[in-house]
T-cell receptor, first 114, second 113 residues
Framework: ETGVTQTPRHLVMGMTNKKSLKCEQH?????MYWYKQSAKKPLELMFV???????ENNSVPSRFSPECPNSSHLFLHLHTLQPEDSALYLC?????????????FGPGTRLTVT | GENVEQHPSTLSVQEGDSAVIKCTYS??????FPWYKQELGKGPQLIID?????GEKKDQRIAVTLNKTAKHFSLHITETQPEDSAVYFC????????????FGKGTHLIIQP
């Protein structure tokens, strides 16, 4: 276990549904990240939060809406998704942004959009 | 922004042999280069990393080399074992910035018994 948990592990949703992904880290870190992992593509950074403040939005469509209520929790709210949004969504945390060091990844949420 | 290229996409080696995976990066300001291993159903896990002020780092059967001039870095696994079978990702992070990591596309390493 890396100290980063994600729920749910699997999610199937229709294009008109609204759902949320949850990430929690038990490492005392101050930075949290959302990545998207699609088949045959590199992991893509989506959002970065440092001390609860969003520091990066990597040109992600507005149908993905992140929320970071505190340094231990990170959410990704999903609405009106497209089939091409089907992927593994990974959460990660690190001590803080800008300090080179290990990012710890959760196991991911496998999302299928039908 | 940073661009990371990784080769090969698939690598099959006999158990006990060595495996080498290579990556190149584009931004000379990058100063941190981690390698992650991802097993089926799990998130990536850091196995070794190197910073730009070091040319080589070793941890038991795993080593990483960095050539800043050529902007490439490599992962070396010696005496490969079946449990080394996984997908390996290289990544780079630009120094001083607030960014997350930029990843390569991954290498599927297969250890043949």
């Amino acid at each position: 276990e890396t100290g980063v948990t994600q729920t749910p592990r699997h999610l199937v949703m229709g294009m008109t549904n609204k759902k949320s992904l949850k990430c929690e880290q038990h490492l005392g870190h101050n930075a949290m990240y959302w990545y998207k992992q699609s088949a045959k593509k590199p992991l893509e950074l989506m959002f970065v939060y440092n001390f609860k403040e969003q520091t990066e939005n990597n040109s992600v469509p507005s149908r993905f809406s992140p929320e970071c209520p505190n340094s231990s929790h990170l959410f990704l709210h999903l609405h009106t998704l497209q089939p091409e949004d089907s992927a593994l969504y990974l959460c990660a945390s690190s001590q803080e942004v800008g300090a080179a060091g290990e990012q710890y990844f959760g196991p991911g949420t496998r999302l299928t959009v039908t | 922004g940073e661009n990371v290229e990784q080769h090969p996409s698939t690598l099959s080696v006999q158990e006990g042999d060595s495996a080498v995976i290579k990556c190149t990066y584009s931004d000379s300001a990058s100063n941190y280069f981690p390698w992650y291993k991802q097993e089926l159903g799990k998130g990536p896990q850091l196995i070794i990393d190197i910073r730009s002020n070091v040319g080589e780092k070793k941890d038991q059967r795993i080593a990483v080399t960095l050539n800043k001039t050529a902007k490439h870095f490599s992962l070396h696994i010696t005496e490969t074992q079946p449990e080394d079978s996984a997908v390996y990702f290289c990544a780079a992070r630009v120094g001083g910035g607030a960014d997350g990591l930029t990843f390569g596309k991954g290498t599927h390493l297969i250890i043949q018994p």
